[in-house]
């Protein structure tokens, strides 16, 4: 047993241990001291105790972040790819970058955007060029729809949102409200269109697209031509002819047929 403590501001130390004499005697020590190192010194030299070590104290400090440039693992997305496509009886090879994961009807594909400027291709994955005899990586053909849906797709994804305007307005008579004026609007991608040129914004306010989720569903096919509301000129990048602006051309007059005589 040992007490210590501050009596009157000073250090004050009395140590009653049980220790072994010369002869192994059990003893008690009575030992006091007014000084802390002697009573440390006690403790370490009669008893073989040492004072219990002070933790050290840890500075928590915020880790740096370390940037890393992204590096596409092979075929993965945004990596370049060497494809070979058929054309007229002969196999070209071309270079592209794979943009995303191919349709899902097409096993261990990718879609491959060429750095010639030509339309996004499917790109199958052979795994056994040597059973086969054919390239690493061929041409899937019969996907012009989905390469029309992956350029609208990017098109969106450049401009980066999607806008409406009024395109027509009509009266509607309905008996729990009356006379009401209902607008039919269209959705645009490219400010410049000259279908929104000098069209006003909805009366009604609308949520804006999620145009990821809009992207997602372009490539996907989930969105109909015909059943929404998306401009055909810059949504949809249809080749539309402005037959308004063209003059019409007048037929000819036929010749009078001569009088019988």
Known sequence: MRESGMVGGRFFAWCRLAYRDDTSQVRLCD??????????EHMADVHGRTPPRTPKARTWRRPQRTRTLYEPKQYGVGAWATFAEARDGEVILRRGQVWSLGPPGVGNSRWVVPDDGGDAVVVRINQRPVLTGQTLLDVVPGYSMHRQNLR???????????????VSTHWQYTRSVG??????????????????????????????FDITQVVLELISGRINASTSRFCRRCFWLDDIEDTAARPRSR????PS????H
Not at 34 to 40: H, I, L, Q, T
Not at 186 to 191: I, N
Request: glycine content about 4%; hydrophobic content about 35%; aromatic content about 12%.
């Open 31 to 40: 030992a006091k001291f007014d000084r802390p190192a002697e009573f440390v």
């Open 152 to 166: 609208r797709a990017e098109n969106l994804r450049r401009f980066g949102r999607l806008f409406p305007v009024v």
């Open 179 to 208: 006379k009401t004026l209902v607008e039919t609007w269209c959705w645009h991608v490219d400010p410049t269109c000259p279908d929104a040129a000098g069209k006003r914004a909805p009366s009604k306010e609308f949520q804006p």
């Open 251 to 254: 037929p000819h007059p036929r």
């Open 257 to 260: 047929a001569s009088p019988r």
